[in-house]
């Protein structure tokens, strides 16, 4: 159709007789008189309409089937993401109390050897500086650390420092196998060097070959000259294995040590050593053996025995007792 004044005129037209109808329509309600038509135009175009929802209705379904399952997904994620919070939140917790039991321990191990401590925490372990067991922890140069520091945790001596950055430092934990410290035996005082051997028992070499020592007994660090790398008196372990003495100069003695080192999280670098040598009193106090219950059984005596003084006859003496007098009467003439 051409846009003429008369097309133009007849739109309009029509647009005011449909505004016209939707009002009456509306008035009208389900009296409506346009009801019929309705009627009429819904059965003419009713199969069409059929036929058309019957051809489009699989699409249309794979469309909501799409958004309704994008929306369960969103939902699903949601709930997934809140659970992992939850967890997470849970775990966060156990962490802190764990974290703080490791603080407390190490506050006390710090308090008992005088040891001036800064605490730090693990943040990466491997091997990316060239050793095979190392940790890095976050306390370097800006807090006052230096290269051969002792680091110890609340169970003992974890390792000594052997590079240090602005911000973090490397540390050699004491079970690789570049690892040696002097060590000195709880009471006897027999000294001797310690060295790792990765996840098995510490290789600690006594320097006096008749050295007298068993399994249980512990060790502490023995401490260097300046108190560089190690400050003496820190736990080391508790021996396992005795080699038998072979007459040498020296004897192997095989230590597990205090600290897992597989579970690495608060630690601390001793920065001031202590006044004096603690000697044993970092060490824990040994737990005190249960008293043992020791049970009496007094056998009875024999027949015809006398009991002891104070103790009564028994029923077999009484009956006898009381017999022998009958007995002696029948045999007067």
Do not use: C
């Amino acid at each position: 159709m051409r846009d003429t004044r008369e097309s133009r005129l007849l739109l309009v037209l029509l647009i005011a007789i449909a505004f016209a109808l939707i009002t009456v329509d509306i008035r009208g309600g389900q009296e409506s008189p346009v009801d019929g038509a309705r009627q009429a135009a819904a059965a003419v175009f009713g199969p069409v309409e059929n036929g058309v929802a019957a051809a489009v209705d699989p699409i249309g379904n794979a469309i909501g089937a799409v958004r309704d399952s994008g929306e369960r997904h969103t939902r699903i994620a949601a709930l997934e993401k809140e659970n992992a919070e939850l967890k997470a939140e849970l775990g966060s917790d156990d962490r802190n109390r764990n974290r703080l039991r490791e603080l407390d321990a190490m506050l006390k191990t710090a308090g008992a050897g005088q040891y001036g401590i800064k605490g730090a925490q693990v943040i990466a372990i491997g091997a990316a500086q060239g050793f095979s067991w190392t940790v890095t922890v976050d306390v370097g140069a800006r807090d006052g650390i230096m290269r051969d520091m002792t680091v110890l945790n609340g169970s003992g001596l974890v390792g000594r420092v052997t590079t240090v950055g602005p911000s973090t430092s490397t540390v050699l934990l004491a079970n690789d196998p570049d690892f040696t410290v002097g060590t000195r035996m709880e009471k006897s005082d027999e000294l001797g060097f310690a060295t790792g051997q990765g996840d098995r028992p510490l290789l600690v070499q006594l320097l006096n070959g008749k050295a007298k020592v068993k399994a249980g007994d512990r060790l502490v660090t023995f401490g260097s000259s300046g108190d560089k790398p190690f400050v003496p008196g820190v736990p080391v372990g508790e021996v396992v294995r005795v080699d038998p003495a072979g007459g040498g100069l020296t004897r192997n003695i095989y230590v597990r040590p205090y600290v897992g080192f597989t579970k690495l999280d608060i630690v601390g670098v001793v920065v001031q050593v202590p006044r004096s040598n603690p000697r044993d009193m970092v060490l824990p106090q040994k737990p005190k053996p249960a008293p043992t219950v020791t049970v009496t059984v007094t056998p009875p005596p024999p027949d015809g025995q006398q009991p002891a003084d104070g103790q009564q006859p028994n029923e077999n003496q009484q009956g006898r007792n009381q017999q022998a007098p009958q007995d002696q009467g029948d045999a007067t003439p």
